[in-house]
C-alpha cells in the first residue's frame, strides 16, 4: 500500500565504465518504477544533488494515474492533506506519509459563504461575475486552513506533496476554475466528470508546486465527488449486501448500493435541517441544542447543549428531537399543527412553542417551521423508498443504514423512525457515518492506487432524479404527515 | 497509423436529459481514445467552444507515451516540425500533419557554433559559464528556421502542434537546459536517455505551448538520437541481414546490426573531412569541389564544384576523389608522403599539390593535411573492422552498407574502396543515407506510436568505445597505409 506520495530510501549504483547509465534511467530502475515521468526542472537539478549526495537520496515520487511522477528529488519529509469542502464548512487534516499517521484536523466556514449560503447563488454568481473570483475565495480558504495546520505541526508546506479533496460537483468546478453554467441548468451537464491529477502549482495551493492534486470525480451535477468519497471510505462498492447512506442537506442524497450496483437518488429536499428550517437552526457548535425531552404533563422543555454552553441555537438532531418529541407528547398533531395546549402561545402571527428563552437568545418554533421540515423529512423518507422500491427491495432488506454529516452522530435515530424519516428497521443496523467524504479523502491519500477503485466506483454509479419521478410525486404528500399517512410503509416499505 | 499530433472531426452526441455525460468526458468517449489527459487550461475553455461550435469540433491530440493530450479543442490545420540538430548545422522541415505531405526543408548554421566548432568546446563553455546561453542560442535558431518555414507556408506557428528532434546526446542536452558535466568525462553520464515529451512552451519554442515536442533518445553520451533516429529511418532494428551505417564526422559512429542485435562503435576519428583536415575545406555548399580527376601524365587537375560555381573551398567526397586520384596516379606513396614528380611544389613548408588556384581562392593540400586525413580513414576503417570481427562477422557478411551524411551522396564508391577507407565488397552493397537522422525525425512525426521502435532500439544496442580497444590499437597503424598495410584485410577481413 502506497500513499498518494511517496518517498524511497534509495542508493543508486555509482557510475562506473560498465555501468553508464544516465542519471534519470539510474534513479527510475534503482527504484524499480515504471513509466516514470520526471519534470525537465528536476531533470536540470538531478546531476548536482546526485553528485552531491554521493548517489544516496529519498526523492519523493506521486502517483498521477498509469505514470508516476517525480516530485521531488531528496526530500526527509513527506506530508499530505485530505480536505473536504463542503458548501459551508471546510475541513482538512494533515497526514504523515511516511508513517500513514493522522497528525491533526481544522476546519473553518468555506470563505464562498459570503457569496450566497447555497451553492446555487454561488453558481449564479459565477455565472454573472466569472468564476475567478469564488475560486480565489476557495483556494484562499484552502491556503489559510494548509498553512494553520502545517505551521502547527512545524512542517514547511514544500514538504506538503500529496493534496486530496472531495466536494460536491459544482464545488470542484468552482475550485478548478471551471465553467460552471451548465450545471444548474437542464440536462446539468458538468464540464468533467474525472479532473485528473494536476500539480498544486497549477491551483496556487500552498504546497510543494509539484504536489500531486487529486480532487475525487463527480458521476454528474448533483453525485459530486463527496458522495463517492463516501461510498469509498464506507466500501458500500464491496458490500455483500445492500447498503444505505444518506446524507441531508439542501438536497437529500441518497446511496442504496452493494458490490454489483450502485444507484444515487438526489432531489431538493427543501431547506436545509440546520440552517434554513429554523430561524434558530445553526450548526452542530457550542451552544447548539441537541438534545430535547418535553415533560408529558407540564410540557416544560429540558435540554442539551453542545460543550453545556449557553442556548444559541438548535442544531439538526435537536430538530428532530423537537419534533418527535412534539408529536410523542400531542402538542402537534399528524399534520404539525399546535392543538391547544399547555406551552404553546398564540401571536399575531400564529401560535409558537418556546424551546427556551434566555437574555441572548429565543429559541422557539412556529407551524411555518414545523411544515418547512416536514417537507424535508418527507422529501428524504420518499425518496429512500421510491428508490429501494425501483430496484425491488423493501426496507427489511437493508444490511446497513448510514447517516452522514454531523446529524448522523448526534440523532436519537428512535426519534427520528418516530416521526417517519427513517424507516422502521432495527436500530443496530444505522451507523453514524460522520465526514465519510474525509474519511474517503484521507484513504486515497494514504492509498493512492485507490484511485482505480474510486473511477469503477463512479462507472458503477446510476443516477435517479428523485423530484421529477411520478412515483415519488404521488408518496411524497403522503410522507407529509407525522409519522406518515399510512404507517404501514415505515415498516413494510 | 497517426501523425505525432493529429485531429480528429468530431460531432459530439448533444447533451440530453438521457445523456449526461461532461463535456470533456463526452469528447474522450467520442473520440474513442483512453487515457487523455486535458490540461487545466483547455478544461476552462471546453464548455464555451464545445456551445459556439454546436459540438462539432476538430480537436488536436498529442501522443506523449501511454497517454494521449487534448491540445486543442478546434484547429482546422495540424502542421508538424522534423529538425535534425547537427553540431555544425540545423536541418528542419515543415509537415502538413493532415495531408502528412512534407512542405518544405530548410537549413541553417547552428547559432551555437560562435561557442565552438566542436561540440566539446561547447560543453566546456557550458560548464563554465552554465547552460543557459548554449540553450538560447539553439533555441533561437530552432525559432528562427521554424517561423521562416511558417511564414513561407503561411502558417501561424499556433497551428504548429508537434516537433521531432534528432540530435547527438550532448546537444539534445543543451536543448533542453540539461548539465553536461558528466558527459565529457569518465564514465561518461548523461542526464537523461529517454527525455519523455515535453511541451513547446516549456522550450520557448515557437509554436503552440501545448505542441508535443519528442526529443529521441541517447543510449549514452556518444550514441545520440542522431543515430537512433537513423537506425529507425534506414529500419536496421528491423533488418534480415547485418546490415551498416556511417557517419563521419568529428567522430566515426558505426552501426552495425540486424533485427535481433545492435551495435554502436564509436571514437574519434581525429578531424573531420569537411572541416578540421584541409585549410581549403567546406561543407557540401555551392563552390565546393567535389569531384575530382587528375590526368595521369601531366597530373593536370579537372574538377567540378556545386552548382557550377567559382571554386570556394574542398567538401569530403572532394577529399576523397583527391586523395584517391593523388594516389592512383602516383603523386603520393603508401605513406602518403608527396613523390618527386609534376605538380607537386616544394616550399619552405615542404611539399604542396595545387588543386586549383583562382584569383579568389588557393585550394592546396600538404603532407600534414594528407596525414590527418589518413588518420581518420584509418579510425573509421579500423573501426568497422574491429567491431565487426568483434561480432564474429566479416566484410562478405555485410548485407547493406549505408553511408550517412553529405558524404553518402557525393562520394565514389569505388575512390573510396581504393585508398581502403571503405571495404571492397560489391559497391551496389552501398547506398547513400543522406540526412538519416531528420528521415527518422520526419518519420516519427508523422507515425507517433513510433516512439515505442525507438525505445526498443535504444534497449538492444550495445556500445563499443573504440579507441580504447586493444585490437583497435594495434589494428589502427596498419591502416594508415595507402591502401593498407596489409590490402588483403579490405576484401577478406
Redesign the interface.
Same mark, same amino acid.
Given at each position: 500500500m502506497k500513499p498518494l506520495s511517496f518517498s524511497l530510501d534509495l542508493k543508486l549504483p555509482l557510475?562506473?565504465?560498465d555501468?553508464?547509465?544516465?542519471?534519470?534511467?539510474r534513479l527510475s530502475e534503482t527504484a524499480a518504477i515504471e513509466?516514470i515521468?520526471?519534470p525537465?526542472e528536476l531533470?536540470?537539478a538531478?546531476?548536482?544533488v546526485l553528485?552531491e549526495k554521493n548517489f544516496a537520496i529519498k526523492p519523493v515520487f506521486g502517483i498521477t *494515474?498509469?505514470?508516476t511522477r517525480l516530485l521531488e528529488i531528496d526530500s526527509e519529509q513527506v506530508f499530505g492533506i485530505a480536505i473536504d469542502i463542503g458548501t459551508t464548512n471546510i475541513v482538512a487534516s494533515l497526514f504523515d506519509l511516511k508513517s500513514l499517521k493522522k497528525i491533526s484536523e481544522k476546519s473553518m466556514t468555506n470563505p464562498q459563504t459570503v457569496y450566497g449560503d447555497d451553492i446555487l447563488s454561488r453558481m449564479h454568481f459565477a455565472m454573472s461575475r466569472g468564476a475567478e473570483e469564488l475560486q480565489r475565495a476557495v483556494i484562499g480558504g484552502l491556503n489559510s486552513i494548509i498553512t494553520s495546520l502545517a505551521d502547527d505541526a512545524k512542517i514547511k508546506t514544500p514538504e506538503l506533496f500529496a493534496v486530496t479533496v472531495a466536494s460536491n460537483t459544482a464545488m470542484t468546478h468552482l475550485l478548478? *476554475?471551471?465553467?460552471v453554467?451548465?450545471i444548474p441548468v437542464?440536462?446539468?451537464?458538468?464540464?468533467?466528470?474525472?479532473?485528473?491529477f494536476?500539480k498544486a502549482g497549477?491551483l496556487d495551493l500552498a504546497a510543494n508546486p509539484e504536489a500531486v492534486v487529486y480532487a475525487f470525480p463527480?458521476a *454528474?451535477?448533483y453525485v459530486g465527488g463527496d458522495i463517492i468519497s463516501g461510498i469509498l471510505s464506507l466500501g458500500i462498492h464491496k458490500a455483500e449486501a445492500p447498503t444505505v447512506l444518506i446524507d441531508v442537506g439542501t438536497n437529500a442524497e441518497i446511496v442504496v448500493g452493494m458490490k454489483d450496483w450502485l444507484f444515487v437518488g438526489a432531489g431538493a429536499a427543501g431547506p436545509a435541517l440546520e440552517g434554513g428550517i429554523f430561524n434558530a437552526g445553526m450548526r452542530a457548535q457550542p451552544g447548539a441544542i441537541y438534545r430535547i425531552d418535553i415533560d408529558p404533563v407540564t410540557h416544560g422543555v429540558r435540554y442539551k447543549t453542545i460543550g453545556d454552553a449557553q442556548p444559541a441555537g438548535i442544531c439538526g438532531s435537536g430538530v428532530i428531537d423537537l419534533i418527535a418529541e412534539l408529536f410523542e407528547k400531542g402538542i402537534i398533531d399528524s399534520m404539525g399543527r399546535f392543538r391547544e395546549t399547555a406551552g404553546v402561545i398564540r401571536t399575531e402571527n400564529g401560535p409558537l412553542f418556546v424551546v427556551v428563552r434566555t437574555e441572548r437568545a429565543t429559541i422557539e418554533v412556529s407551524e411555518r417551521e414545523i411544515n418547512n421540515f416536514l417537507r424535508s423529512k418527507a422529501a428524504m423518507f420518499t425518496s429512500l423508498h421510491v428508490l429501494l422500491k425501483s430496484l425491488g427491495l423493501g426496507f427489511r432488506d437493508i444490511d446497513r443504514f448510514y447517516i452522514a454529516g454531523a446529524l448522523g452522530s448526534g440523532v436519537r435515530v428512535r426519534k427520528a423512525i418516530g416521526i417517519g424519516m427513517l424507516p422502521d428497521i432495527p436500530v443496530e443496523k444505522y451507523i453514524p457515518a460522520n465526514n465519510s467524504s474525509l474519511s474517503g479523502a484521507e484513504l486515497l491519500l494514504t492509498n493512492g492506487e485507490l484511485y482505480r477503485e474510486v473511477e469503477k466506483i463512479r462507472s458503477m454509479i446510476t443516477?435517479r432524479e428523485m423530484n421529477t419521478d411520478t412515483e415519488f410525486m404521488k408518496e411524497f404528500p403522503d410522507a407529509l404527515f407525522l409519522p406518515h399517512l399510512n404507517p404501514d410503509i415505515l415498516t413494510n416499505g
Open positions: 557510475p562506473s565504465p555501468d553508464k547509465r544516465a542519471d534519470v534511467e513509466d515521468h520526471v525537465l531533470m536540470r538531478l546531476p548536482t553528485r *494515474g498509469p505514470c478548478l *476554475g471551471l465553467d453554467s451548465n437542464e440536462p446539468y451537464i458538468p464540464v468533467v466528470h474525472s479532473p485528473d494536476l497549477e463527480n *454528474g451535477s443516477y
